[in-house]
């Protein structure tokens, strides 16, 4: 018998295909993990993982397509319809040396022993959706999804030590789902820590990103601080600024500008969390550009400003200010009047180019053609329908520069 929210399921038919095959040749095979949790919340699944009983040859002598994504820890991916389905062999591990990887693999042919291997109880469900299948869930992780509960299967310390990713995975969960952490659960992110700090920054970052666009992710950052995850891998970051978060929209440059609002290197901190350069970059130039121009500003201090910044970047920071708690009052509207008015904001904008200037004032290449070029900008940030070539020569040969 099927929990009710599993009889509704709709399972894509390259998925049902994947189960079926191997089931008539006489192996086990379960939906499992995450797409079993979702489908039980009514939430249609990013992706479709198989457990079965047979090995990864046995596996690929059942289908015509299929990728040896991960051989040794027994997963092969399946590709039907264009489509894309991970089957992993049931296996226990043991011997996480590293706080990451096991060091010993054993395939089983049971899939509570799979089950048991996993992090938390709603992770450690199986579906076997197929005519006459079943549903296993040897550790009530639908219960605790029924709870809105994250636990561990098992013994908590024993799951945080053997990876030391998932207490960060814990925390992700609850502000992505909107979940609590169980009491015991909660308690072994402390002592395990320093397994925690063994964990690639790359898997890190993937985690906290996730974690920080969510809808709750006041709950999930305001959770790493109490436990130490916080001051584990982002130090700078502390005190969180939980108001600004809540004020904010979810994006994440958005947001990791305002944990990094008060650091004087938030390039080097985001490189360290190995975030693309270009993240990291765009962060710490609104970082460093969050003083604005004064409410009571003219259009020519607000051209100047976005000059200054970008005019790219203008709202963006407007946005990271107002969520740090700056009035920003009318200055919004005027920014974005003054942008909608395509104003002169870059040289490249000029109407004259240097080597167009070098023409009028029959001057060579140097410095000087750079001083013009700069001495036109502040011109038009002043008067920007002064920007043709017309007005702008004038301007040239009337100043005498």
């Not at 700078?236 to 600004?244: G, I, K, R, S």
Request: proline fraction near 7%; hydrophobic fraction near 45%.
């Amino acid at each position: 018998m099927f929990p009710e929210q599993l009889t509704q399921a709709r399972i894509p038919h390259a998925v049902m295909t994947v189960l079926g095959r191997l089931q008539e040749r006489k192996y086990a095979a379960f939906l499992v993990g995450g797409c079993v949790r979702d489908l039980a919340r009514g939430v249609e699944p990013k992706d479709f993982d198989v457990a079965t009983s047979a090995k990864p040859e046995e596996v690929q002598r059942s289908f015509s397509k299929v990728i040896p994504t991960g051989v040794e820890h027994g997963t092969v991916t399946v590709v039907i319809d264009g489509m894309h389905v991970e089957v992993t062999t049931f296996r226990a591990e043991a011997g996480y040396e590293d706080g990451r990887r096991p060091t010993q693999v054993e395939f089983h042919s049971d899939i509570e022993a799979d089950l048991s291997r996993r992090d938390f109880t709603m992770n450690a469900m199986a579906f076997d959706p197929t005519p006459g299948g079943r549903f296993v869930d040897p550790f009530n992780g639908m219960a605790d999804l029924h709870a809105r509960l994250i636990r561990c299967v098992r013994e908590p310390l024993e799951r945080f030590g053997e990876d030391g990713l998932r207490a960060l995975r814990a925390v992700r969960f609850a502000a992505v789902l909107d979940f609590n952490i169980e009491p015991d659960t909660e308690a072994a992110i402390a002592p395990t820590l320093p397994i925690f700090k063994r964990v690639a920054m790359e898997r890190v970052r993937e985690e906290f990103t996730k974690l920080l666009t969510a809808k709750e992710a006041v709950k999930g950052v305001s959770l790493l601080e109490k436990n130490g995850l916080l001051q584990a891998f982002m130090p700078e970051a502390v005190p969180a600024p939980l108001d600004a978060l809540k004020r904010s929209a979810a994006q994440l440059e958005l947001r990791l500008g305002l944990m990094l609002a008060k650091c004087a290197n938030p390039y080097d901190v985001l490189m360290r969390l190995r975030y693309p350069i270009a993240v990291a970059k765009t962060v710490a130039h609104w970082v460093q550009h969050q003083r604005l121009p004064g409410l009571h500003s003219t259009d020519t201090d607000v051209r100047r400003w976005l000059s200054k910044v970008g005019a790219e970047h203008g709202p963006a920071i407007l946005s990271l200010a107002a969520a740090l708690g700056v009035d920003t009052g009318a200055l919004v509207p005027q920014v974005e009047a003054v942008l909608a008015s395509r104003p002169p904001l870059k040289t490249a904008d000029l109407a004259l180019d240097g080597k167009a200037i070098m023409q009028i004032l029959s001057i060579p290449p140097g410095r000087r053609v750079g001083e013009l070029t700069r001495a036109l900008l502040e011109h038009v940030l002043e008067l920007p329908l002064e920007n043709t070539p017309e007005k702008l020569t004038q301007w040239l040969t009337r100043a005498k520069v």
